[in-house]
């Protein structure tokens, strides 16, 4: 079964750096979004992307973040200069319209 | 704005029981409802999808439930098994003018051999 795979499993940045994200969505699927889970809290919408733009947004899409579809495939999420707080688990989702399958999500730490 | 809740936070139960864990939105205008389960350090897995025309979606022995009206949906799980054990969450999406979940926090199941 087409499933959604995200790399890698686990990021150590420090403090300041650029990382980015990778996201491989369900290859027939048309829409593709980011969310993320701080530890113990709830799962977070971030962005969504449709027709190689962003259809929507949330407040926590800041200009630290920006997404990217550079090739058929392939769907990333870059975040400059990140701060301790950015520690998450990020998801990588993709639908065809509107059931979302998540990806295994990537574990971010920033020390 | 939306918000969802989902009560209990945690729920113990013996093997072979049948449960209900419950979730709820404030407001009523959502496209549809989704539940996930959540394995510990793991992502989510799509459990059921129910539209906000449908009242029930069933897959094996899981059924959920929704009432639009009143914000609330069920999911049921039938004979409970040690395998069950994870965190379920629910999302509800909000009209077809937005794409993004909001998630309610989770209830955390345990099923006890």
């Known amino acids: 079964e087409p499933e959604v795979t995200q790399t890698p499993s686990h990021q150590v940045t420090q403090m300041g750096q650029e990382v980015i994200l990778r996201c491989v969505p369900i290859s027939n699927h048309l829409y593709f979004y980011w969310y993320r889970q701080i530890l113990g809290q709830k799962v977070e919408f971030l962005v969504s992307?449709?027709?190689?733009?962003?259809?929507?947004k949330s407040e926590i899409f800041d200009d630290q973040f920006s997404v990217e579809r550079p090739d058929g495939s392939n769907f990333t999420l870059k975040i400059r200069s990140t701060k301790l707080e950015d520690s998450a688990m990020y998801f990588c989702?993709?639908?065809?319209?509107?059931?979302?399958?998540f990806g295994p999500g990537t574990r971010l730490t920033v020390t | 704005k939306q918000e969802v809740t989902q009560i209990p936070a945690a729920l113990s139960v013996p093997e072979g029981e049948n449960l209900v864990l419950n979730c709820s939105f404030t407001d009523s205008a959502i496209y549809n409802l989704q539940w996930f389960r959540q394995d510990p350090g793991k992502g989510l897995t799509s459990l059921l999808l129910?539209?906000?025309?449908?009242r029930e979606q069933t897959s094996g022995r899981l059924n959920a439930s929704l009432d639009k009206s009143s914000g609330r949906s069920t999911l049921y799980i039938a004979a409970s098994q040690p395998g069950d054990s994870a965190t379920y969450l629910c999302a509800v999406l909000r009209d077809n003018y937005g794409q993004n979940f909001v998630f309610g926090p989770g209830t955390r199941l345990s099923v006890l051999p």
């Open positions: 129910i539209q906000s025309s449908q």
């Open positions: 992307f449709y027709n190689n733009e962003i259809s929507e």
């Open positions: 989702a993709s639908s065809f319209f509107y059931e979302q399958y």
